[in-house]
């Protein structure tokens, strides 16, 4: 009798726990959230690497030195994204460059950034430490970044932003590459252009940058003001879910005598990305 009143407990209570959805108040059989467990990516990874026929950075040809043009620039970036939430985003990754004409030319960047969604709006905050080994200057540097997607017809995309780079130090006299509390403001629309499906689109932008006390001039100073104005479109082509290809030629005009760098510039570019 006792073992019968058992094999009927168990049985009520399986059937109790098949009837009611495994959380209070989710409304969800345990299997239907092993469903939407599975098709929810937590995390992301990307590995990218690259060429660029001038180093130009923030409007300044980086590596031009006694060249006539400057040299080009071998690049190779690895990043993991973690969907926190279906809104935040942790994004952490490290950067590293190599100079080709300039040689001697090392950098590498450690960053992370986390964003918040706010349906077509998005909020950015990130750290970069920068780490120059042929002359062993770094520095530290915070960014805060809004960005605001407009949806067009035909696919069609166009996203303003506009971000502030804020240098944390060391100051120029103690090992750093710029000076302490200078900072950097860029204004910036991209565009997305669908061509072919998913497959090949273009992606043109417009920038305009300025400023304060971060960028140097030929006659040493820095320069507080209008950087430069710069132009330029992409070409990205989807081979697969997984691999990515990317080519791009751009132009910039400045006239604040900075560092190294021509009134009128053109370089180009492209790289190969392997998303996981």
């Known amino acids: ?5 058992k094999i009927l407990a168990t049985v009520l209570m399986a059937a109790l726990l098949a009837s009611k959805p495994l959380l209070a108040g989710d409304g969800k059989s345990f299997k ?70 300039n040689t001697s030319y090392k950098e590498t960047d450690v960053y992370a950034t986390y964003t918040r969604t706010f349906g ?41 932003s506009l971000t502030y780079f804020f240098n944390l130090g060391p100051d120029i006299d103690n090992d750093g590459a710029a000076k302490t509390t200078s900072s950097y403001l860029l204004a910036r629309i991209d565009a997305g252009i669908p061509l072919y499906k998913d497959i090949v689109s273009l992606a043109p932008w417009v920038a305009f ?26 070409l990205p082509i989807k081979i697969n879910d997984t691999i990515t290809l990317y080519g791009y030629g751009a132009y910039s005009y400045q006239d604040a005598d900075l560092l190294g760098t021509e009134d009128n510039t053109f370089w180009g570019g492209g790289k190969v990305t392997f998303s996981f």
């Open 1 to 5: 009798m006792k073992i019968a009143t």
């Open 32 to 101: 239907e959230k092993v469903v939407v467990e599975e098709e929810r990516k937590w995390w992301g990874a990307a590995l990218s690497t690259g060429w660029d026929s001038l180093y130009m950075f923030r409007g300044v040809n980086v590596l031009r030195g006694d060249q006539k043009y400057g040299s080009s620039l071998y690049w190779t970036d690895l990043n993991v994204t973690w969907n926190i939430t279906d809104n935040d985003f942790l994004n952490i990754g490290a950067w590293q460059a190599f100079g080709i004409g």
């Open 120 to 160: 077509n709006l998005a909020a950015s905050l990130g750290y970069v430490f920068y780490y120059y080994a042929n002359s062993r200057l770094y520095q530290n540097e915070l960014s805060a970044k809004l960005a605001y997607t407009v949806e067009l017809s035909h696919g069609i995309t166009v996203t303003p």
């Open 209 to 234: 940058g300025s400023s304060f006390d971060y960028n140097f001039q030929n006659d040493g100073n820095t320069l507080t003001g209008a950087n430069n104005f710069e132009v330029g479109i992409g």
